[in-house]
């Protein structure tokens, strides 16, 4: 039948997707320079000016009324609540000259009212479709409340723990990290921005934000283009081709340039490489913060060198606001510098489907029905339980009901701090504490003692918290830190367990009876202060609303799946510390005395990158490879299979490693090139394999090009990157495979 209709449905099939694309793009852009043709100067700053206004209060105070209503501001940030922003959006709408709408954006970090883990805790599920699809909750329940944009995801690659930060990203691997950028993303915005649940998405902090020094928040980074380029751009440019529709620029400089107005990164990288075509929106203050940094004196100057560097809209700085319209009258912005950002606010707002209705999405009624439905709530306890990691096991885990579980600890009764820091719209009454949980799925109460608080030096809790262990099976503690040590300007100079929690831990322990420690925290610990006490030892992060539902479903038998996604330091002193290092020209020998190595101590992690125990167990067969050769426009299979030892259903994340033993430029031990989550059965086995290309070998070269080099690599798989069997291969070339034309 589809045959015979053919003919007369010819002219009515759509054009290949790619033309509608064209097609909606150039629609968009000649309704955008139609609207530009009306503006006046003043207007078109207007359009690249983001003020901050707080919370569900009502009405807008006068003077950003009055800003509106001359067209003087074209987004705010922070303004939540569906009926708050229409109200805001009417007088833009009904009251300015050109009835341009508002952009409204807020944190979306890692949900909104129904608050996820934090990033760092789902990068630890190693399962982008699970996380794409959190995104899309928040995405959801955010634009429910009149919010369009969110500054999420973000995506800073971070190899110092001490950097509060850390709990806001992917961690330490450009991979994973590019894998979680790109299914946020697409999460927050749909297949499509113009519908009305959609997010415009915000990739930030562009760029090394988390290569800060000394891991203190704002400070200086300076490393190499290759680095730049191989560590801490990639996730950025996954976001860019998962269709990011806008970006932030950090408050860091690099190698003495600060990102706010930093021309090579902003306009020849990320418009000219990669062909981003969305807007800049700066971090808060930082185009006026360049006068701090010393590269301009005033700031008109700043206003002036974000501009040209290529940051479209000032967040809260006012540098905009008040010189940008005088520099482009004396000739210091030209004109079309000026239109072609102003162009970039006004395309997003056409895509985002605003001029045709300004208050999408952002309803009371579905507002009220959507944020914390029981759906979203289901979801955020998933995500928690395939966050969390097992790092101690000796027997411990997991309990059994019949037990009498004391449970001690400052988070252990806790709701506020289980939501982490930049924790949205989520409220302390949201969340479940682990106690909750616990009473619930037991039907009864359980011995509790608090034992301490998180930071203060106070022991006079000790004693009963020692008591109350003494009369059980098993004692649980919940301990780590609040919210507020992590996240910005959270940045920490020690990374054991804040306060007295440590001697808590062992003055329990020293009863004899089993301890299991939980870990309520926004960044890898040094846990080696109580690690020989406890009998296991549970990473569940900053959880969100239904953590303590999800930290007893692990205590109580759910099995853990979660891997970490950054190196677990033995201590501060070992800082930086990750797996993707270089050899250096003397590489570790315990018995050689000068190698690199520290005098007091062990060079090797606590917990490897990609570690993660299970209740059950994991056997790896060899490696094996389809063919010893790997040529141009080629590919080879690496194989491995996994059989599950142990005696109860698990998952395991399989992981491949490529090394590049001889190049023209030193390589690194281990690069992540794949990974795969598999689920087995008791005595199940599994082939895992990885289909290997050349792209996935390649390294910038001493003239900064993308190749991949003929020689050696080696090919290693295993479950984290420390314990991995190998193969080796060559990559056969008559030179090096050149992969970019830049």
Request: aromatic share 8%; with cysteine.
């Amino acid at each position: 039948m589809r045959f015979l209709v053919l003919g007369a449905l010819l002219f009515a099939i759509p054009p290949p997707a790619g033309q509608v694309a064209d097609a909606h793009r150039d629609a968009v852009d000649r309704r955008v320079d139609s609207l530009l043709s009306l503006m006046t100067l003043e207007e078109k700053v207007g359009q690249l000016v983001q003020v901050a206004v707080e919370g569900e209060e009502s009405p807008l105070a006068e003077e950003y009324a009055r800003q509106v209503r001359l067209g003087e501001v074209g987004s705010f940030l922070n303004s939540i609540g569906a009926s708050r922003n229409r109200e805001i959006q009417t007088i833009a709408m009904t009251r300015s000259r050109l009835k341009i709408p508002l952009l409204f954006g807020y944190d979306v970090i890692h949900g909104f009212r129904t608050v996820f883990p934090i990033p760092l805790a789902q990068a630890s599920t190693w399962e982008p479709d699970l996380i794409e699809k959190a995104a899309r909750v928040a995405a959801i329940e955010a634009s429910s409340a009149g919010i369009h944009w969110t500054f999420a995801p973000m995506v800073d690659i971070a190899r110092d723990p001490r950097w509060g930060r850390i709990a806001e990203g992917s961690g330490e691997d450009p991979l994973l990290g590019s894998l979680m950028a790109a299914a946020r993303v697409r999460g927050f915005q749909g297949d499509t921005l113009a519908r009305r649940d959609a997010l415009l998405a915000c990739p930030k902090h562009y760029a090394a934000y988390g290569a800060a020094e000394g891991g203190r928040d704002y400070n200086t980074v300076d490393i190499s283009e290759r680095t730049l380029r191989e560590i801490y751009l990639p996730p950025f440019e996954a976001a860019v081709r998962a269709g990011a529709g806008t970006l932030m620029c950090s408050f860091n400089e690099i190698a003495g340039v600060p990102s706010s107005g930093n021309r090579h990164l902003l306009t020849d990288i990320l418009r000219g490489e990669w062909k981003f075509d969305g807007f800049v929106v700066s971090d808060w203050g930082s185009i006026g913060e360049m006068q701090q940094h010393g590269v301009a004196g005033t700031l008109a100057e700043a206003a002036a060198l974000g501009i040209t560097a290529g940051v479209d809209m000032d967040m809260e700085s006012g540098a905009y606001h008040a010189h940008l319209a005088d520099l482009v009258r004396a000739g210091k912005v030209p004109l079309p510098l000026l239109d072609e950002s102003v162009r970039r606010v006004l395309r997003a707002k056409f895509r985002l489907g605003l001029f045709d209705d300004p208050y999408r999405g952002g309803d009371p009624a579905r507002e009220k029905t959507l944020l914390l439905a029981p759906e979203h709530r289901n979801l955020a306890r998933e995500v928690a339980r395939h966050s969390m990691v097992l790092l101690k096991n000796s027997n411990v885990l997991p309990l059994r009901k019949e037990q009498n579980v004391a449970l001690i600890g400052p988070l252990a009764d806790n709701r506020s701090d289980l939501l982490g820091c930049w924790s949205g719209n989520g409220r302390e009454e949201d969340a479940v504490a682990v106690r909750e949980g616990i009473e619930r799925m037991l039907g009864h109460p359980v011995p509790y003692a608090r034992g301490c608080l998180v930071a203060p030096l106070d022991r006079r809790g000790f004693a009963e918290a020692v008591e109350v262990a003494r009369k059980a099976d098993v004692a649980v503690l919940v301990v780590g830190e609040t919210a507020l040590m992590s996240g910005e300007a959270a940045s920490r100079s020690t990374l054991g367990l804040p306060g007295v929690q440590e001697e808590l831990v062992r003055a329990v322990a020293a009863t004899g009876v089993p301890v299991v420690v939980v870990l309520i925290n926004g960044r890898p610990l040094a846990v080696g202060g109580f690690e020989e006490s406890a009998g296991a030892i549970l990473e569940a992060w900053a959880p969100g609303v239904e953590g303590g539902n999800a930290i007893v479903d692990i205590l109580y038998g759910a099995n853990p799946s979660g891997r970490l996604p950054v190196t677990f330091p033995r201590s501060v002193g070992q800082i930086p510390l990750y797996y993707n290092h270089k050899n250096t020209g003397r590489p570790f020998q315990a018995e050689e005395r000068f190698t690199s190595k520290y005098i007091d101590g062990e060079n090797s992690p606590q917990y490897p990158f990609g570690f993660g125990l299970s209740y059950t167990t994991f056997d790896y067969s060899s490696v094996s490879l389809s063919s010893p050769l790997l040529r141009e426009g080629g590919s080879l299979t690496v194989s491995v299979s996994v059989r599950n030892s142990g005696k109860v259903a698990g998952e395991e994340v399989v992981q491949l490693y490529i090394q590049d033993p001889v190049a023209s430029v030193t390589r690194p031990v281990a690069e992540l090139k794949a990974f795969r989550k598999v689920s087995l059965r008791p005595g199940e086995e599994q082939r895992v394999d990885f289909v290997l290309t050349p792209e996935m070998l390649a390294m910038f070269d001493l003239s900064m090009h993308r190749v991949v080099e003929p020689g050696a690599f080696i090919a290693s798989v295993g479950g984290n990157a420390r314990d991995l069997q190998s193969a080796a291969f060559q990559f056969e070339s008559a030179g090096p495979y050149r992969l970019d034309r830049r």
